[in-house]
């Protein structure tokens, strides 16, 4: 039972987290979005070179590319592991914590190259980024499917839902 609300507040400190990661770019590219497709406010924003744009779209690029294969590396290592259940899920949540870090990164990136530079690619890489951040939200079903977990240990996983 102790091991089951170990797994629970877990679970849930990690949500929270992911929660936070997500929701902190969301308001700024907002408004880098609605800055640069309704001309109704000026800003007088500094002006760089247009290196610097090409630069951080590749950063952004190579970071959607990076934290995907980092994220399934690690989660193919775990999964064949012999390790216990709570060092997988313990693996899972680095791995996850790691992988929203990144997507959080992103996302800044994002509203900042947009703001500036007013390159539709950054829209495109957000909307991409948000694809990457309702796919990879944990919940129960995810862990077990990703750990490949079976008998008890899925049916304790499956308990993170579960009311008391």
């Known amino acids: 039972m102790e091991k089951q609300q170990d797994i629970k507040s877990n679970f849930r400190k990690l949500e929270r987290n992911v929660l936070i990661l997500t929701g902190l770019p969301l308001p700024l590219f907002a408004f880098a ?28 690029v190579g970071l959607l590319v990076v934290q995907w294969l980092q994220f399934h590396r ?9 390790a216990s259940l709570d060092e997988k899920l313990k693996n899972y949540e680095v791995l996850t914590i790691s992988r929203f870090w990144k997507l959080f990164a992103i996302g800044m990136m994002c509203a900042a190259g947009l703001l500036f530079y007013e390159n539709p690619g ?14 990879g939200k944990p919940t129960p079903d ?23």
């Open 33 to 60: 979005y609605l800055y640069t497709t309704s001309r109704s406010m000026e800003i007088d924003l500094p002006s760089f070179p247009g290196i610097f744009d090409a630069l951080m779209m590749g950063m952004v």
């Open 74 to 82: 690690g989660i193919k290592k775990t999964r064949i592991s012999t």
């Open 122 to 135: 950054y829209t495109i890489a957000y909307a991409v980024t948000l694809i990457y951040v309702s796919l």
């Open 142 to 164: 995810r862990i077990a499917k990703l750990l490949r977990l079976k008998g008890d240990e899925k049916d304790l996983v499956y308990t993170i839902n579960q009311r008391e």
